[in-house]
């Protein structure tokens, strides 16, 4: 990791964060006492990391953690004096990676960013698992449907029916789901009232 983004209200905070940060290997810190403009610097430099003091007086952070966290898909950790379970629970709503309680120390501090930024890799895989899996349910629905078509239409059983677009796949050399959507296709064309 080499960048990282402070957002906290004191300067002696984010000093002391920057310190820790450069300690632990991080080439760039990046720091705001304003949350709007921590927010906007997260867009413009994108770092590995964000590191958010929770102000439980404004809700506005909330909004800052799930912009960065949903849109940059970077790892937010939260700190604060004290750290109310709700707010916790808000945090990780929001895509809150990790949780401090000040004093910070180092040692906290890089357990903390590894866990976070171990939880956003496995999310991320995760979220691509499950798009593989609903365009594969969506691909085994449009294989269904035009296997339904064909059995009405031919009066074929099923086995038969997907013989016949196994088949035709083989013969065209493309793949089930392309001749289970023109099959779809021409039917959709033919039950048209314009078509007919």
């Known amino acids: 990791m080499k960048k990282a983004l402070i957002f906290a209200a004191a300067v002696s905070e984010r000093e002391r964060l920057k310190n820790m940060l450069l300690e632990l290997g991080f080439a760039e810190i990046l720091e705001s006492a304003d949350l709007k403009k921590a ?49 916790i629970e808000k945090g990780i709503g929001a895509g809150g990676g990790g ?24 999310l991320a895989e995760l979220k691509e698992k499950v ?17 339904g078509v064909l059995m009405r239409v031919n009066s074929l059983s099923e086995p038969e029916a997907f013989r016949r677009m196994q088949k035709l796949a ?7 789901l392309k001749v289970a959507e023109a099959i779809l296709l021409t039917e959709g064309v033919a039950d048209h009232p314009a078509a007919k």
């Open 39 to 87: 927010e906007q610097l997260a867009f413009d430099a994108e770092p590995e990391v964000v590191i958010i003091e929770i102000v439980e007086q404004k809700s506005i952070w909330l909004d800052v953690v799930k912009t960065i966290s949903g849109r940059l898909r970077v790892p937010c950790i939260l700190f604060g004096s004290s750290i109310s379970v709700e707010a």
């Open 99 to 122: 949780f401090l309680v000040k004093p910070l120390r180092r040692e906290e501090l890089w357990s903390a960013i590894e866990i976070a930024v171990l939880h956003n890799h496995e």
């Open 131 to 147: 798009a593989s899996l609903e365009g594969a349910l969506e691909s085994r629905k449009s294989v269904e449907r035009a296997k």
């Open 170 to 176: 083989m013969d065209r050399r493309t793949t089930l």
